[in-house]
């Protein structure tokens, strides 16, 4: 398959980029956040009915967490596609893939209907979609990067990042919409039978209209100019990812433990949060305490804190742009450091309601404000660590390995700290300071990527050079 011409490369516009990079990780992400939401709300119910609450809790993040495992996979698969066909093709073969998948978790039977069998096709299912996001953001954030002007690839570089948030609010509604029109009707922190029966399939189901609309954005992109480039002066490698690691090893760890941080960062604040938000104060023997919220109050409360999720991660671009990546990452890092430190200060169950509630709200404003400068420069930074004909197998490979690291274990080992701790999060906190103090160290071992020349040779190319002159003596 030959790429398109540089001349034909020019037809991306500004306007055509910045869409066809953030409709795409909206729906990959919204993907993601149905799923988490699920797995918080009816998972541990329909399809791990273990007998203990925490013990099915623990099972659907499992579950959950398996997704990340297949992350890196998928990086390597359609990171090999991404640097050697190019990245439009991956960029639709991988938003097509997750939303099939998605989809089908919508029809699946539960464990009443057809027993163990259902959880088994669930993992499958999520695998499915772990191996598809995989490839999914690394090709986003190319487009938006590789297609940047000069002096502005962290403010494009953000708009792959704002699906995060733009995900979250539109699957959450979703959830919010649906639980309010089908309410329990005694406890407003259970769920009724038609939502348990039905009603949680919709926003599964739904994701295939989005999946259609994003694949018609993406369908118009050509390729970028950066690969083709690199196309030309025969830079592409048959095997991407041996380059990767012969060459681009030490930027492959660095980058797994500059996202690390970012990883826990973000599930702590979006899954776990509400789960604990939304357990009871006084539960049932066994059951670690919560704050006592109605899951609707709760995730409107979310909801807000995503909001400075989606603004800071937008506002991260212009200074990374200016101060660069690393010396804002260094700062950031720093603050998640001490939040982590601070979370018994924030979350506890108060006899002061309407105090308890602001101190709650201000929890998840902060963190997800910190989440929104720490995730928005990673759009830029990660690819800039790695040349073009390697870009798209090492800033995925980098990106997914950190989701094992941080992500796929976060939700787990914070319900574990939480029930250890007989309700308190202090272990928590000390958990995501922790992997701030991992972010830090790898931060600091880092060179500045802000003058990245995109268009430069890499190493291997230099190397292939040098063998080809030996010869020729």
Known sequence: MTATTPSSASLNTPARVITASLIGTTIEFYDFYVYATAAVLVFPQLFFPTGNATTALIASFGVFGAAMVARPIGAIVFGHLGDKRGRKTTLVLSLLVMGIATFLIGLLPTYSSVGLLAPILLLVLRLTQGFAIGGEWS???????????????????????????????????????????????????????????????????????????GLWVRLKLVESEAFVAAEKRGAIRKVPLGTTFRFHWREVVLGTFIMLATYVLFYLMTSFTLTYGTAKVNPAPGSPGGLGFSYTDFVLMQIIGVVFFGLFTLLSGPVADAIGRRTLLIWTTVAIIVFGLSFALWLQP???????????????????LLMGVTFGPMGALLPELFPTNVRYTGSAVAYNVSSILGAALAPIIAVALWSWAGGSVWPVGVYLALAGVLTLIALLLTRETKDTDYSAASVDESAAGAERESVLI
Request: cysteine-free; hydrophobic content about 55%; glycine content about 12%.
């Open 139 to 213: 090709g986003a954030a190319l487009v938006a990067t590789e297609n940047a002007p000069a002096g502005k690839r962290a403010w494009y570089g953000t708009f792959p990042q704002l699906g995060a948030p733009l995900g979250f609010i539109i699957a959450n509604g979703l959830f919010l919409i649906i639980n309010f029109a089908l309410p329990h009707p005694g406890d407003p922190l259970l769920k009724s039978e038609a939502f348990l029966s039905w009603g949680w399939r919709v926003p599964f189901l739904f994701s295939a209209v989005m999946v259609i609309v």
């Open 350 to 368: 108060r006899a002061d309601l309407a105090f308890g509630g602001a101190m709650t709200q201000s929890f998840l404003i902060f963190g997800f």
